[in-house]
Structure formats: structure tokens, C-alpha cells
């Protein structure tokens, strides 16, 4: 089969590698239909993330079972399915409380030895660990390239949403309308936020998250916070949703958030920073932070895109056949599109 | 009357003042029979918090109502009350969500013109704003130095433990064994959570903390996240409790709760500071943070002291006339005692 | 001025009385520019609430702050502003527990006697005590006929809504589509519902509910626990909110929500009836009961309606002067409205 | 191996049968040590919960695995565990929610083919499906016969109080101190409850419930409304726990919870009765029902099982060889002991 692997930093490859099959109980294959290239993907193409020389990357897909072990119940062949970018065992102290992103067995998709050893989605053929709870089953009349969302962009949109308890009538602002950024406009006017304030550089992106219901705010042009107080009569926002994941952003975050405020932070965070603990003290601020908890959404946040309440199928601007992967990736990276999609077997 | 008096950093002085009367509707006016000194006395004492020259100072306290305005319905003279240290309206956006530690109106007993100019409580009689809110009446039997623990201090250590909702069973770490920590102490407990690990670095504290029922962890003598792994099959805590307000207490709270755990900052941040961010999002913590809130909580505490059930006595552990309060302020810097309690009259 | 009284089982009055003043602190006096009759006046016309000869009925309006007392803050004369259907002190057990539905002084506004002896607002002017808690400004732009379901029909939709904790993507089914049931509808949308199931038995109210969002299922020609099943993949609804208040109801919304679900009963119980515990039991479902906390989500509502995002204008069919009381009690007695809207001074 | 079997109501049998073996992916083989006695293995001695004749009943069980199937990843041969009473598939909707207990492939020991057709523990050796899932390590130091109240009646108990929320300073009443009741009594004390109402019309149980913290109120010798309030100021228990399973407990215990409280009601319901569901509506209670979430909570409990926290030792009264297993139900039946222990191999 054909996948798209890391070669170097800064280079992939299509290459040619032998199908997969299932090795383990629980595990299933997938024939792909759609693979998503991500913002994480271009982590691993730049050697930020380590990734092994040949390894197959990509964690978003949309496929058909064509195998199955022993001990697969909820899938069977010829099954349409999609699949969570991350495993988990559903047995340990963590998967125990429902906290499946802190599994002890956790596995990313395409992400190398360091996350797991499992070899990635951009191929024509996936192999799935623990099958019952990785895969769904896509409805009827949902299109591969939107059901892709479930397992990991919108999904984040929505934890982010959940994290931060946006209730019916909240104000919320949110930075950075990157794919996930976007996907939280939606998510948040869908669980009744009043007002939310979209808030990047981009025009084309605040254009997108005016579609979506937002009030776009500009970065630089405009001043977020006073925008931000204009719309909430002074107070600032109920909710912070920080997805951008730098120092600057997490710092607007908390001085747009009003006292006593809830702050999701998704943007990822790697390393030590200055933060205003001062101000976030005196706020009162609640954070929450970290990694999608996939699995406790999956189910919820597939039926919301079959039935078209969630709807990110402007963000996918570009498809080209899995063997263009190197082109794929080349665009994304000079952020031609917000979602590419890759068609295995064009 | 007498009263404490900020004078110059590092001065205070008991002078004579006239009697407050009550001026608005809803004021009443205490007789004190018990004030205590608390840890923020010191920040006015050695100027970091600014009050004016002149300015009563103190904000925990007990005594009998001898005055009371027109609109005062739920007490009455000659009822033994006790106060929160923070007044709230009852009626604006913050107060109606029950965020009243954030009310528009917000007023700190003896804290100077900056919070509220709202003079103090170590004072034969002190003069209470909003005092259906303010004031609660002592249940019989319950001693005074013993009440003033639920308008602030005891109250800080429920909060903590409720925002950061520790549930039965739950493993706690709790940083500082202050009067605060040492209350969290006893209400971690008391919410059943079955280890709660105690760390500092003074003896008698660690040894206090033992007797409430922690596991006392001795800050530079062991290994705090060594003994944290020990009792927490390798994991870390579920629940973290900052008391301290220290960078590196924060960061060492961050290393000790488990992934998707939560975090309790009650030790007060005025300052930015660096803050391992990407430690933080990698465990998924969440983080909350900022003064207790009092009067939420302020029933619940005080009958929990009445019944037994917390019983911070073991801290106070020297009474001084108020006529003394020099030496109680310079004994409290020396840290010779967890809490002294200042008596009027004497 | 004029208003609407109570003579005796099956007639109201509109009969001349003195203006009222404001008569203790806190009061103020409303002139009444929009009232609302309300299902529970019916209740008080046939006799089944007992409410003295010639006490003032009412209790849904909008108007204008014409006086005040001493220690009212937050409105002033020549504010437009809404009720609350009830009232509460703000400082007793229930209230300090945000549970202000159950203040130990609550009065309603034109329930007679028995129910605080608080003359109602089909009136020229109505007081209104402790009218900073009462009373919240018409934010403006938002119609007089729609400000008044802020505190009463709407509320009471948005309440049960939070009781169930529906949550995005939930399947709701609601029984009922009397004013509060269609106002739950919307509720239940706006909080991310993605599939509402509206039971009824009456062609017009479907059809409303239709056009709110819901899929209608009339009661007896087709069959509700089929349809239930037919949306919900055979399981029943996530929640269920029985808005009738009759055992049949209760029981029926006791078989369309799903195992493990939330039920919540806003339909007025007044007595014992027969319930099928062990179903209940069996299925492990939450029940929450009683009547909205109006004070508690009153803000949040009042901008929901401001904003347009909760609607229920096309319930208010009809508009009479305040001298057709009569005239409009009989037509709303007969059904031939959702909502009727008496204007005073006409 | 022996059994314990069902024969006819009224009676049960100890009869030889062949040494279960592991059959499905997933099964383990217990060697069981401890085998409890519970009310519910009444219910199927009087027939009144229907069981083939022949079929090995109960499902409390302590001991140690001797033979585990492919797929068994967290208990091995060797390992002392303990069970959950009711298996659980961890994949279905309801189990991707925490709702355990209403698995769509729930299987109950020794409840017969109409509870999943799985024989029970009451024998030399039980086969349990979904090892991973169903067994817990029992951490060394516990007994035997403490440790199976961690699958079934102390985990009830905490269930009860995890579902009414009870929290510190709560007032708590709970009606019928079987072993079930008595173990809500140890779990609320644990949670912090202030006050615990032990109501039932057994001195020895109340006696019980007395040294384990509660004020025993006896049901019929005193009057529970009256001692309830007496200790509430008036205003009845912020919590109920039913845990009788009667009509007229249920009544009682809706009598004894303050308005906005929440019910417990644990005490199994299978049939309709009448409710008074107007008092409960007027008073707005929040009721939850059914089964314990066993799995949900199982670890916890073993764990406070573990250090003591938790400790239903006092309620084991008597042990007994398994082959006198007769002997135990008629003693149980005549309700001579609070939980009887069988020990097999004896």
C-alpha cells in the first residue's frame, strides 16, 4: 500500500508499505477514504515533534473496516467508520474515571515511538488498537471529510466549550481562529453563548468566524480589549477559550476574561512561561488546560455533525490524492487552506 | 474608644477614637470581644498593602451588637455575632451569581481607602456595612476566638478544598502549613479525603498538621514529590492545595498533583512570574485560584465549628489585651504564634 | 387608578382603587405598561387558588419605576423595567443558598393571602417590594409583551431546561405544549438540544413547536413511545420535562426518557397520585420538581430575550385594553390564546 | 466443587458441580474464599425474584483467580480480588457515559437467565466475565469479608450519598438501618455530613447506627418529623436516604427533606404506588433512584475499605462453612445477623 511518511525535517514521502493486519485482540484495519492533514502534522514535518525516519504519520481518518480480531464487537467489516486520534484501554485508574486522555496506554496516531509506536493514517490502510473504542460507525449521509472532525479538530472545539462550562447566554472570547479556534466559535454559539468575540490577525479567518455567529475582532487593528468591553459591559467575557498556545495569547486570554470567569486553554504549551499570576489571582480566574478528551465526546460530537448543528465543512479548502501528500503538506505550510484532505486509491 | 492604628511601616499603635455610630440603612455597630491577627495584618504592618496613617486596622472578629440602622432584620443588640472579613451588596451581576468575593461594592475591614475605606475591627466596637450579610449570629457554646475563624481564615481552607472538590477518597497535597494550610488541612479531612500529605518546613507545624490527621512531609528534609509518588501508587495527588503564594510553591503544586487533577491557588499571587505552562497543560490540570468566597460559605463553616466538626482552637495560641497589640504584632511577625487573639476591654 | 380584582369563583372585575405608595424600605411603585394572563390566573378565576373578594389579581408585567423608597439602588423613576412573579429577601437559609424559590418570606404578586398578600399587577401601578431584587431594567429595544415572560413563562422554560442539565446534543422530549412547554422547546434548542420531541394533542400548539424546532408527535394519533424510539435509536430521550401536571403525563414522561436520564416536572402536582416507582426505579432516572428559581436565572433570561435568541413573541396572541379584563379572562378561559396581554390606561 | 443452588421456593441446596473453566476472551476463574449473604439472595429464596431450579445464587464474593483467558490484562493467577456484583461490557452508549449500571450486557451473578444467565458466587469457584472490568486487586491487609462490601452493599451505600450530594455540614436523614442503611450512615458521616438521622424500629440496628455516628430516631417510639426538625431548626434535612424500598418509607422520607433538598432513594421499587407528588413539587426536591453505579465508584470504596475509613466489619455477625449454607438463609431470613458470611473449602 501507499503512505505518507516522515523522512527528515521538513521532508515526507509516499512510499510503498505492506498492508497491515490485525496482530492483537481488539484490533481492526481500515481502508482509507480520508485523511486529514492537521496543524500537529506540520510539528512533525518541521522535527519539533520526534518522529522516526519511515514512519508512517497522519491520525485523522474516515475509512471502511476490512478486518477484524477476536474480541471486536462494535464494528465489523464493511463497516463505515471513523476514528479517535488517540487510544485507550478502558480499564485503567484513569480511563476508570472517564479521563481517556490520561490512559496509561495512551497512543497517538502517527506521532512515532515516543507516542506509542503506532503507525499513522495517511495510507490506504490504518491498523486500529482496541477497535471497540477507537472506531465509530459514520451515519448515513455524513461526508468522510466532515466525520474526520469528530476525532479530533472538532472534538477539541467542543472540550473546549465543555472545559469551560459555556452555559446558555454566556459572553466568550476566543483567540486564535485556526481550524480549532474556529471549531469552538461553533461549538460555543451552539451551546447558547450569546456573544462570542473571535479574535486573531487573519482576515479570511475572522471572516469565517463571523459566518460561524461571532463578532470578529482584530488583533492589531482593533483593540480586543476594549472590544471586549464594549460587548460586556465592561465586565469582560464569562469564558476565555485560548487556542493559539503562545505566552501573548494566554496573557490576553486572562485580561479579557471577567472576575470569577472560566479560561479553557488548548493552545498547546510545551514549556515554562510568564504568566500573570497576580492578575489571574485577583480574577479569580478558573483554568482549564490540556489535550482533548476525545472518547467522553466522540459519540456526542458525531451525532451534532450528522445532523448538521456542527458544521466544519468550510474549513476543509483543499483535496488532493494521498500520492500529492508532499504538496499537501507544502501547502498547508504556507497555510493555503485550514483543513486539507487527502484521498487515498485516487 | 481604643482602637489599632496603622502609623508607618513597620508601626502600629492603639489610640483613642470616638465610638462609630451606625450611618446608613443596613449598618450595625459590634462591641468586640475577640480580634484576631491574621497574616495579611502583616503585609499593612510592613507596607505592602498601603493604608492610611491613622487608619484601624484588623478584620476578624467576634463580639455582641449594640447598635443597629433602620433595614437590619436578621440581627439585633445584644446578639453575639461573629464577621466576614469582606462585605458584600447582595444585588449586583457578581453577588446574584453567588461570586460574592467579587461584588461591585466589595469592602475589606481595615485595609485603608484602597479597599473600600472601611476602618477595622481590633477596636472596642467596630461599625458593619450591610450587616444581614456581614454579621452572623455565634451559636451557644461556641467559643469567640473560635468563631472568628469563619469569616476568614477556616473559611479559606473550606473553600480551597471546595473548589478544588475533594470527594471521599480523594489523596490531597496541600503546600504551607499556615493557619490556611492547617485549616485545609482539617477540612480536606473532613470532606473524607483518606491521604492528605502536609508540606513545609517547620517542625511544629508539620507536627500540628500530623495531629489533623495529614501525613507530614518535611519540605527540604524529604523528598516532597518522592514521598507524594509513595503514598499515591506512583500517580501524584488528585487534588493540590498552593498555600503559600510563592512561584516556587506553585511550581512544586504543579508537580505534585496528578494528571487531570485539580489545583487550588489560595496563596496570594500579586505579581506575573514564570510558570511551567507546558508541565501544566501535558497533566491537563485544572486550576483554581483567588480569595475564598466568603460569605458563600459562611453558614456552613460556622456551624461546622460549632458541631466540633473543624476545630482550629489548637492555633490560637496566645491572647493579648488590645491595649497590648504592639507586642501582638511583633510577637506575629516573629511568627511565635499561628493566630493571636486580641482582647477589648481588657 | 384601575384593576383587576377577584369577586368570586368564575368573575373578575376591573374596579377603581387608591394608587399605591411606597410603604417600606425597598419598595417601589410600578406603573404597569404590558400584564400578562398567565395559566395559574385561571386557576385563581375558578377558584381552585383562594384569593379574597376584590384582592388584585396579576403578576406578569413590565412598566415603569414612577417612585421608590429609601435604600432602593438599582432602579430609580423613569425606569422601564420587568418582575419577577415572586419575591424574595435575599438574606434567609434558601436565599443564602441561591435557592431564593424558597425564601422563608416569598410572596406572590396577586395570589391573595395566602401567598404573602401581595396586591397584583393587572393595574394601573403595582408595588412592588424589595424592588432591587424584583425588579431588572427592560434592557432597550426588547418589547414590553416579550420583557414580562422574563420572569415567569420563559424563566420557567429556561429553568427547566438547566434542572434537566440538558446539554449539547442531547434528545429532549417535552409534554405539553401549553406556554411553558413551548417556551422549553426554544430552551432546549438554544442549550444545544439536537433533537426535541414536542408531545401534544392540540394541531396549532404542534405546529408552533415545529416552527420552534421540535419534532411534533401528537399524543393520540401517533403513538409518543414509538416516536420517542424511532429518533433515539430505541433507547428513549436523554431527558424528559413533563409540563402538564397531570399523573398521566408524569407517567408517560416517565417512558419516553431513556435509562440513566433526567426528568423534570414543572407541571403543577398538587396532590398524591399513583406513580409507577418501579419503572422510575428501574430506569435509575433523576426527577427534579417544583416552580421555577425565577430570581436565579432572571438576568440571564431577560438578555436571552434581548438578544433574540429566545423568542416567544408568537405565543402573545392577542392584545386588550386592561378595561376588557373580562373579556380577556373569557377568551383565555376558552383557549383561544397562548398568551393575552393586557395594556392599562388604554 | 459445591454450590449453593436454588431448588424451589422457600428452599435452596448445596449440590456438587463441575469446576468452571474460562470460555470467552476476557473470563477469569475464581477460587472463592468469603461468599456474602444479602437481602436480594432473600428475594430469590422466597421465589419472588425467579431463578432456575438448580442455579448457583449469590454474588458477593472475595478470593483468589486461578485461571484467566486471553485478554485479561489486570488481575492474574495468584491475585486476591474481589467482584462487582453486576458486570459491565465498558463500550456501550451508556457504558461511554460512566452509566455502568445500565449496560446494555449486563449480567448479574447468580440472578438466574433473566439477569444474564450467569451462575453465582456462592460455591467453591465462580467464572467471572469481563475480569478486567468485574475484579479488584484487594489491597493486602483487608479481610475477606470486608472486602466484598466493595462490590455490592457499602458501595451502595456510598452511591446513595454521592447521588444526593451530600457534602460538608450537611444534615442528612436516612430511613431503614439494614445493612444497606447502615453503610449510607458510614459513607455520609465520611462525606462530612454534620448531622445523620438514623431512622428504623429495631433497637440493635439503631444501636449500630449510633456508635457509627448518627442519632438514632426510632420510627414508631418517637415521632422522626418531630426529631428531624428539632435538629434542623425546623426546616427538615437537607438530604433523604430511602433506603426500605416502601411505599411508606418513601412517604416518610419525602416528609423528613427540607424544601429544594435532594432524596436518595435506594431501597428497591418494582411496582407503582402512590406518591405525594404534591408535597414533593411544592417543595421542589430533587430525587434520585436505582441501583448502585458499582464500577463507578469501586475503587474508591475499596480503597477507603482499605484504610479504614470505610469500616462494615461490626455488620458481619456470623460466619459459616458453605456447606451449611441452609442453616445461614434460615438464619438470615429471620434476620439474625446483618450479613452472613459463607466460607467455602471449609
Redesign the interface.
Known sequence: MQAVTFQAPGEVRVQEKPDPEPAA??DAVVRVTAAGVCGSDLHILHGRHPVEEGFTIGHEFTGEVVAVA??V??VKPGDRVTGSFVTAC??C??C????F??CVDQRIFGHGKISGDLQGAQADRVLVPNA??TLRPVPDGLDDDVALFAGDVMNTG?FA???AQVA??DSVAILGMGPVGLCAVQ?AR???A??VLAVDAVEDRLEMARTFGAIPVHLTEQDPRAEVKRHT?G?GTDVGIEAVGT?AA?DLAIRLTR??GRLA?IG????????????????????????SNV??H????L??LA?G?LDPSPLVQRHLPLSQAQEAYAAYDRREALKIVLTPGG
Open positions: 485482540a481488539g477476536d474480541g464487537t462494535r478502558g480499564n485508574f484513569f476508570a474515571r472517564g479521563e486522555h490520561h471497540d473504542m467542543v466549550v465543555r472545559s446558555p447566554g461549538a451552539h451551546a447558547g450569546r456573544t459591559e465586565r505566552p494566554l472576575r470569577a486553554v498547546v504549551h510545551g514549556k515554562p512561561c510568564e504568566v500573570h499570576m497576580g492578575l489571574l489571582w485577583n480574577k479569580s480566574l478558573t483554568v482549564t488546560t490540556g489535550l472518547l467522553a466522540f459519540d456526542d460530537v451525532a451534532l445532523a448543528e
